[in-house]
């Protein structure tokens, strides 16, 4: 059952076992993303090194081929033991659905009406998790590597020494599969590493392969959430052998209609485009509208989602036609990706018809109240190279005014406001995120810029949230991309309100679905005011201030443009979208109403701009084409940084002027 390189001699298993004890005590690294506690003494730093220079001698793989392979499974990070979305353990990511995913929690959230400005609640996607023997290969690596090193199954998920030996006894035993020597040369490790992914399709597990040939080539150096600091040293010349993946058998998928770039794996399956009859019996339609973007209207901003369900799950309701629909679905275990409406076409997913008609939408493979259960590094950089693709296609700026998350859509309409979406949430890391992108976030003006971006390290800063688990409960401690704004430069001082979202004047809450006092890394606000430690800026319509301390800044300089109230207005309103002018509709297409927003620019404050657009309106009210219409209009509007959410201003309210004014 196992060949002599995969098993593990019982001196080496007494060693695993004895470190996994002296981890427990404290004295090896645990899997846990915490320091210690003050009385236990402190793991070395560099005893997860160590412990893969051991697994790798041990079962004979190349460093290199572990350590890259670990970095696209989890950037070395521990989670606390916690188990990822698809039920991944450690620093190499073994999965045991079987124990992980039967016990995960499920989420979910409601679905505005795509096509109105009614909220619509619709089934939370959910996954029946399947015996263990119906359960794909790629969620079940724990228990194979338990069986490979004679390991328990409970050691592998919350021991890093066991967990990297885990790693190790499953690429030695896929090397071995494909008839391949142990070889030191990580060259010739291509087959095995693409094997690790538990891809079933050929394409993934190239794209899986590459990536990891791609670390190993530019290197990496970072500390990891357990405070181990890790090196994989450049090999820039290294160039293997692709071809051993035709002799593993692995299926084609059907790249049909897809528009990705050939450096990810994409696969069809498409939305439908159906008519059916509604619960009443009326006519009615799904899952998206048939356009001809960016003819007909340009494509303007990435809008990134989590699922809130897994995989399998959510590919079903996307092929629901009495569902919702988006352009593309990424996997978490390997970064798989599948597209199911075209980019021409309108997919139902952002809540506000107006961005709908604009964007296109990605959903990740995650949970927004579920901070442990963490998206992989090879989902991280195959979104990454989509976005980049469709940037670059549609000539859509890489910055946080054009890729979006749902939690920074604005609601149409005032009644909108409260039931508007908040994936995916203050754990989607939008630093590493960028920083994938090419477009990193960094101070670009001096203390007279008139502008921050808001930066925090996302590791080290942890803000409070509650309601995860349960309402009022604490959240587990963990690393966040967002930072908190106050009413006053103190810890103490109650947090900014949002009126649209509490129309009763409540103040907002530390609940991880409350976005209302919440800036989130790489957008941008215009400086209202210092004092020591605390900055002030402009956001919804009130002095919102956050510590930002010099020696662990939360947000660094920039300029830009922004707007204020013309001379001579108190105030000027805040819309949900782009209205064109009733002048501006043709016979036939009913006037929309002009519906400002309950928010205000009051006179001397100041916004981000981002875009300068006219008033449009995407008419889609029937499943025949024939009636579908564009109404655009000559007044124009300025996107803006309004709160945590984008927001939208008449050009003629407003004057235009740098940051540095």
Known sequence: MRGTTARTSSARRRTIRTAGALASAGLLVPLLGAAPSSGAPRPTSTQLQDAFASAADEYRVPRSVLLGVSYLQSRWDAHGGAASVTGGYGPMHLTDARTALASAPHHGEGTEDPRGDTSRPMPPPRTKVPDESRLPARLMTLPRAAELTGLPAEELRTDAAANVAGGAALL?????????????????????????????????AATYANDVFAVIRAGERRTTDAGQRVTLPARPGLRPDPAQLERMGLREVDAGETECPRTVSCEWIPAPYEEF?????????????????????????????????????????????????????????????????????????????????????????????????????????????????????????????????????????????????????????????????????????????????????YAANRPLYTGCVKPAETCVPHGSAAVRVHTAPRDDAPLIKDIGKRPGGQDSTIDVNDVGARLSTGQQYAVADRQGEWTAVWYLGQKAWFKNPAEQPTAVYAKGLVVTPKAGAGEVPVYGRAYPEKEAYPAGVPVQAVSPLPYKILAGQRYVVGDKVPGEYFYAPTFDTARHTVVRGKDMYYVIQYGHRIGYVRAADVQVMPSTS
Do not use: C
């Open 277 to 457: 009859k509604d619960p009443n019996g009326n006519p009615d339609y799904g899952n998206h509208d048939l356009s001809d973007r960016p003819k007909s209207q340009s494509i303007d901003s990435i809008v990134i989602h989590d699922t809130e369900g897994r995989w399998e799950g959510v590919l079903n309701m996307v092929q629901d036609p009495t569902y919702v629909s988006w352009q593309y679905t990424l996997r978490s275990t390997d970064g798989h990706i599948a597209q199911h409406v075209k980019a021409k076409d309108v997919a139902w997913h952002a809540g506000n018809w107006y961005v709908n008609a604009k964007s296109i939408g990605l959903e990740h493979e995650g949970f927004l109240t579920a901070p442990d259960t963490w998206y992989t590094e090879a989902m991280y950089r195959t979104s990454a190279r989509l976005v980049k693709y469709l940037a670059k296609k549609y000539g859509i700026p890489l910055d946080r005014q054009h890729i979006l998350g749902h939690d920074n859509v604005q609601g149409t309409v005032s009644s909108t406001i409260p039931g508007m979406h908040t994936d995916p949430g203050p754990y989607w890391d939008w630093q590493h995120y960028f920083t994938l992108l090419g477009k990193p976030f960094h101070r670009t003006a001096g203390p007279k810029g008139g502008l921050v971006t808001v930066a925090p390290e």
């Open 172 to 204: 030695a035993a896929a090397q071995q599969r494909l008839g391949k020597p142990l070889s030191a040369d990580p060259a010739d490790w291509y087959g095995a590493i693409a094997g690790f992914s538990g891809a079933d399709d050929e394409a993934t």
